[in-house]
């Protein structure tokens, strides 16, 4: 039998009395203008926010923190602000793909990124995460291309990366199944003995929502993995709003301060602010990988654009809340960081958004010739292993088809190709 060993002393995030249950973070797209009033709104609203790990501000400047202490080098900044460049590109690319008839439906992630590149690059390689159906940055973090996730959203496609090689499960639309899938792998890696080194040790990251944290699976997990010590890591990405209803249908104290009645650590970070959130997921995965799992954080960002492209945010929220948003954008505080610093050169940031164009024009080629899969490829990659029954509805289905006496029907049948061997 297994042993489990119950941690003997977990080193718990500051703790400090509850002061409210607003809960706020930054802004995104920086062009349009703002009044006096709405920055001074957007720059208090994350200065105030109850417990709020911050290690840079909305103002660009580096902000020390008790607890979390980040020293990193210009060149590991650079390249977590490219990382958030580029994916808001394939995000922006891949919104204007849905416009124009080539993708079914899209998740925006935009506004997202410092939460999301910030938790990815946190991983270790041996580390699994679980998403839900927004995490295109941490997709991005684990080496799964955006091309992949587009043949999700075209619909040609259930996802076609590996869960085991990327660390990557597949995104999860049942709202929030993950976190009981999460739970289970991380019981079963301290069933496996995969815990325990800094180094070498396993950890699970499960990404979901505010909205998520009203369904019982939420509970469920965090009972299961509290008790069991499994080493995951619940992170919340409170984004605000679960599509019309906001956070404030869900809770009345701060989501991070649940984890407290479960007895596990709850810690809460500005998810607009990627070396804050870089930090304070390095320290709970580190906390899982040694033993001392589960810890919640929850990530203060916003959903800038709609839930996805079928949703219309105006019919439900004010400007008003968006603009003061804007100001405290995760993208643009990095920027100013680097230039006033001197950390970055103009030619980086040229070099950059030739990147970017390049990256967006690569999408937009990709969709555009992406071939539609035959009908039969729902039967492909259900099992790791050859199922007969499988075999005989998939030989069934194909000769229902032929069947027809429609010869372009036939035809399609018989050339389908698997869409994965073709590119
Ligand atoms: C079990 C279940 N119920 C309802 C839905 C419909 N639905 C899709 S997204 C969503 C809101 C989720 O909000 P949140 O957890 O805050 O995540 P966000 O979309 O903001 O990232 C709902 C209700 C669903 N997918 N699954
Ligand atoms: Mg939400």
Redesign the pocket.
Known sequence: MPSYRTPSSRSRPPTRPPVGRSIVGTAMETEGHHTPQQVIAGLRATSEGENLVQLLNPEGQRVSHPQFHLEIPPAELQSLYRDMVLVRRADREAKALQRQGELGLW?PLLGQEAAQIGAGRAMAPQDMAFP?Y?EHGVAWCRGVDPTELFGIFRGIDHGSWDPLSTGFQLYT????NQCLHATGYAMGQRLDGKIGDAEHGEATICF?????TS?GDVHESFVWATVYDAPVVFFC?N?Q???SASVDRQTRVPLYRRACGYGFPGIRVDGNDVLATLAVTRWALQECRTGNGPVLIEACTY?MDA?TTSDDPTRYRLADEVEEWKLKDPLERVRVHLVREGLASPEFFDGLAAEADELALRLRNYCLSMPAPGPERIFSHVYAEPSPPLEAARADYLAYLASFTDAASATDAASVTDVRSAH
């Open positions: 998740a839900s927004r639309i049942v709202i929030p979901f929502g505010d909205g998520a369904q990405q984004n709003w679960a599509i959903r839930h």
